[in-house]
């Protein structure tokens, strides 16, 4: 309906001050406002928050916002408080009048949204309160959490697909940046008890070049690769402590400015060596998978993956970390059948569940059929997301499209001799 439009675009630009949605937000908002049980995987710093936000305030009364964080919810509410929102959080790091203040609150219709950890939430005498007013919409934030596949399961989160049962025709959404297919497919049981859109989006890096190599002799071939790439900041990752000191003695002995960053440095050492990576022009960073979260370098130039990660979602991750400043950067990964069977075999001796090791193990194949790919490789890395993409211009197979052999030509070569 066009008010709603209306009032969507309006909300757009006065609460939040944008005059566009960024990729993805406009059709997820759109689903949630439509009453669609709505799964939305976008990468970090896409925009979810807005995603519940506006459709929240555009519906008016109360909504309920489910976050496994204190920092967090207060983070959110009080970017809202200062958006003008009525925002409020119910939680342990707060003294009890306080947070019994803000019921009142809630109770007198004054509050837009309400920030909730899910074991507050799911308390009888919570779910009891709530189910005399009428919700505008509960959203689960950091949805990942529900799933034994996520890098941070819950058990309090479990529990939430109890919100169903409890407020029938409630709309429900949920937000994550964990996008891989089993977890995806876990919220989706577990929250939505099967029926939920799902909508997974933003997460092409166009100003990366993505390349695989054949790894033959490696500690050539990054030292030529690192020599190409004279005065820039990189990062190469190596799947051990011993290969990340190797390969950074090597390239230091060679006259570039390496340093090595993994966990069995001391904390001291590590955290000069990032310091130094992060305030000096043209540092090369060689790291295992210890280095990089959190860290904000926009002009990483090039993520050079040594040994092939066990994940897609580690390795987009990880080249993720090139180009952040949207110029041209690259991402080259050294690719060696050997390193994955020996990836296969730690796997083997893991003590870890048997569906798990399924799920590893298909992880692993996802990444063999991107190394291996003969289609444009970001149109399978994209796809591994559950985002579609065209051929992309800005991957070594786009730029060198394997020879099709053509097979009836060999048979006839072979046939005339
Ligand atoms: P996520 O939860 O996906 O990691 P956030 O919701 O925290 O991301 O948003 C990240 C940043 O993007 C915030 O600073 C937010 O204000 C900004 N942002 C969100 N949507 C838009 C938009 N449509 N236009 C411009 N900035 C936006
Ligand atoms: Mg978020
Ligand atoms: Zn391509």
């Not at 940046?177 to 049981?189: L, P």
Request: aromatic share 6%; charged share 25%; with cysteine.
């Amino acid at each position: 309906p066009p008010h709603i439009e209306e009032a969507k675009r309006a909300r757009l630009a006065e609460v939040f001050g944008f005059d566009r949605f960024r990729p993805g937000q406009q059709e997820v908002v759109d689903s949630i406002l439509a009453g669609v049980p709505t799964l939305a995987v976008m990468p970090t710093g896409a925009g979810k928050s807005l995603c519940y936000q506006l459709p929240a305030l555009v519906k008016g009364g109360l909504s309920i916002v489910v976050s496994p964080l204190i920092a967090l919810m207060d983070d959110q509410v009080n970017a809202l408080k200062l958006q003008g929102v009525a925002a409020e959080a119910i939680h342990s790091g707060k003294p009890r009048e306080e947070n019994v203040a803000i019921w009142r609150r809630v109770a007198a219709g004054e509050v837009r949204l309400l920030y909730l950890a899910p074991e507050r939430l799911l308390t009888e005498r919570m779910l009891a309160a709530l189910s005399r007013f009428s919700l505008g919409l509960v959203a689960v934030d950091e949805a990942h959490c529900i799933s034994q596949w996520g890098h941070s399961f819950r058990n309090e989160y479990l529990g939430l697909g109890r919100l169903r049962e409890m407020f029938p025709g409630l709309p429900l959404v949920a937000m994550t940046a964990t996008a891989d297919k089993a977890t995806r497919d876990d919220i989706v049981e577990r929250l939505f008890g099967g029926q939920a859109r799902v909508f997974v989006s933003g997460f092409d890096r166009p100003n990366i070049f993505i390349a695989v190599e054949d790894k033959k002799d490696p500690a050539r071939q990054i030292e030529s690769y690192v020599r190409a790439r004279p005065g820039m900041a990189g990062i190469i990752y190596r799947i051990s402590r011993k290969k990340v000191d190797e390969t950074a003695e090597r390239l230091s002995a060679a006259g570039i400015r390496a340093l090595p960053y993994h966990a069995g440095m001391s904390p001291e050492a590590r955290a000069a060596n990032q310091e130094t990576f992060l305030a000096e022009d043209g540092v090369v960073m060689v790291a295992t998978v210890a280095f990089g979260m959190g860290i904000d370098k926009s002009d990483v130039r090039y993520v050079l993956h040594a040994d092939a990660p066990g994940t897609l979602e580690s390795y987009y991750q990880e080249i993720g970390r090139a180009g952040r400043d949207g110029q041209p950067a690259e991402a080259l990964l050294l690719y060696s059948a050997g390193d994955i069977a020996t990836r296969r075999r730690f796997l083997d001796e893991e003590p870890s569940p048997p569906e798990r090791k399924m799920v590893e193990a298909r992880r692993l194949d996802a990444m063999v059929g991107f190394c291996e790919a003969v289609t444009c490789r970001r149109a399978v890395l994209l796809g591994y997301f559950g985002e579609r993409a065209k051929a992309c211009g800005a991957c070594d197979v786009c730029r060198d499209p394997p020879k099709v052999i053509d097979a009836s030509a060999d048979a006839q070569l072979v046939l005339r001799l």
